[in-house]
């Protein structure tokens, strides 16, 4: 084993002065320098599934919704959550080794440390998006993966929700809580069968424009229809636009979640008219966003925010109409991204708690674990739901009083079954969605008229060094630079419902500055004086 390792890393030398960074999406950056950082990658998921016992791990090659030129890296623990922290320290670290022997002694420290047996079994499944740089970089990963003589499995290109889902079946096979047949036809069959069961028979208002950002998403939900009811069947009339992986180089380009989330408007290809329903995922999707123009041609957007809202009322009804109110708690979990009318509106509307955590899946999955349903969702468009075991089991052991308390039942447990409990999933959102307004016999302007939205401003702002910003209270609040916070305070106080804060982007070279007001005049005004405050 020592041998091949030098030589694979040999093989992928790292390049020079670069300084890699296992951040909030793994190492995400342009792919012609990543090589070096998937070979090592390939060692760190052996030696990670080794210290579990064996247990499958996953490694996920995608830079989601960035141009088509970058492309990233990002691990999958064995039942689908992120990376575990300490081990992204160690990934950072392991990237980082300029020599093969550097790396060598680096693969044995941390078996040392992390009391790792290097002869135990190492298994890892490996997927990828459709960027044209990935078959070249799963051949570095694969080099590192046989150098550490692990076993894998590639399942060539999947979404990235998808590989968290096989890393989850292959982990729980033949177990109680099986999660489901490790292969696409198995994730197909069970949110396929879950949506019908929930909608029973409800029919969908109108048909639903799919964008899938010209990436991964594309080929998979036309895939995933012909496991859904047909039109005719009083299924999901779904047009699916935006979904060209011949050509690579049109990823994210002009469309996609993160295109119409920042510009505010839907894909130029779009040909939707007023009123009709729209949403877009991105280039790995794991993000969905919903948008329509009304009847006055001006563009609304249901972001991850109303998304949230929408799923929170929809089990809140669900467990109330079951009989399990009293056993049962919902918590929603955002970020400081989500509008203030929306935390408003789930406090005092839908009356359940709300809990803000820092930006990243992981901190909100977390947050979420701790309720007995947690509904989180980044306004970007990346959440779900999770239910606790506990509640799984109370909700499967539960005894309906009456007919209607058993409607509810069923369609609750198919519901907990349609929602990727493993990582958010476009897909699966998508379909929740449509399951909810459904069910609600609701069109995307109802969905819209649950609250209105404070005018809001995100600004990115280039600053010289971003590490200087340090955030606390969710990244409500700057602790450093000295000052700048008592400044920003007293912009809010100047603005009418305003709310603002700044901290360092975990992707970009930049500080990002957030702001809302009454007015659109005033978000603007108070977004360019905190921008001009952290400059
Ligand atoms: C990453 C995160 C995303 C977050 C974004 C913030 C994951 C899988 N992805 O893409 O959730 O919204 O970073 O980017 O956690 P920023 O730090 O540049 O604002
Ligand atoms: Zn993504």
Known sequence: MVGLIVQAVEKHPAP????????????????????????????????RSRSLKGKWIGVMITASHNPPSDNGVKLVEPMGNMLQEDWEKLSTTMANKAT?????????????????????????????DTRASGARLLGCLV????????????????????????????????????????????????FGAAFKHAMKGKKPSGGLIV???????????????????TKEEGGLDITVINDNVIKPESLNVDCG?????????????????????????????????????????????????????????????????????????????????????????????????VECTPTGVKYLHHAAEKFDVGVYFEANGHGTVVFSDSTLRRIQKHVPGSLGQKEAWDVLRATVELINQAVGDALSDMLLVELVLAHKHWTVNEWLATYDDL??????????????????????????????????????????????????????????????AATRAEADGLANKVASLVK
């Open 257 to 353: 979640a993160d295109y119409v989330k920042t510009n505010q408007r839907p894909p130029p290809s779009s040909k939707a008219g007023p009123n009709d329903r729209c949403c877009s995922l991105d280039g790995d999707a794991d993000r969905v966003v919903y948008y329509f123009k009304d009847s006055s041609n001006t563009f609304r957007l249901l972001d991850g925010d109303r998304i949230a809202t929408l799923v929170a009322s929809f089990l809140g009804d669900l467990v109330r109409q079951a009989g399990l109110a009293d056993k049962i708690t919902i918590g929603v979990v955002q970020t400081a991204y989500a509008n203030g009318a929306a935390t408003k509106y789930v406090e005092q509307h839908l009356k359940l708690n």
């Open 143 to 190: 080099d590192g993966l046989k150098a550490a003589g692990a076993e894998y499995k590639d399942y060539g290109f999947l979404t990235t929700p998808q590989l968290h889902y096989m890393v989850r079946c292959l982990n729980t096979e033949g177990q109680y809580d099986s999660y489901g047949t490790p292969t696409e036809k198995g994730y197909y069959e069970k």
């Open 16 to 47: 020079e002065g670069m300084a890699y960074t296992y951040g909030t999406a793994g190492f995400r950056t342009k792919a012609e320098v990543l090589d070096s950082v998937l070979t090592r990658v390939g060692l760190i998921a052996a030696l």
């Open 100 to 128: 093969p022997d550097d790396v060598l002694e680096y693969y044995r420290e941390i078996a040392e440390t992390q009391h790792i047996n290097l002869d135990a079994p190492a298994r890892v499944v490996v997927a990828r």
């Open 211 to 229: 964008d899938c950002a010209n990436g991964v998403g594309g080929p998979k939900l036309n895939e995933l229809i012909k496991y859904l009811p």
């Open 455 to 516: 005018p809001n401003r995100l600004l990115k702002v280039t600053v010289s060094d971003r590490n200087i910003f340090k955030t606390t209270d969710a990244e409500r609040r700057l602790v450093s630079p000295p000052g700048v916070q008592a400044n920003i305070d007293q912009e809010v106080q100047k603005v009418r419902q305003g709310r603002s804060f700044a901290r360092a982007s975990g992707t970009e070279d930049a500080v990002r500055v957030y702001a809302e």
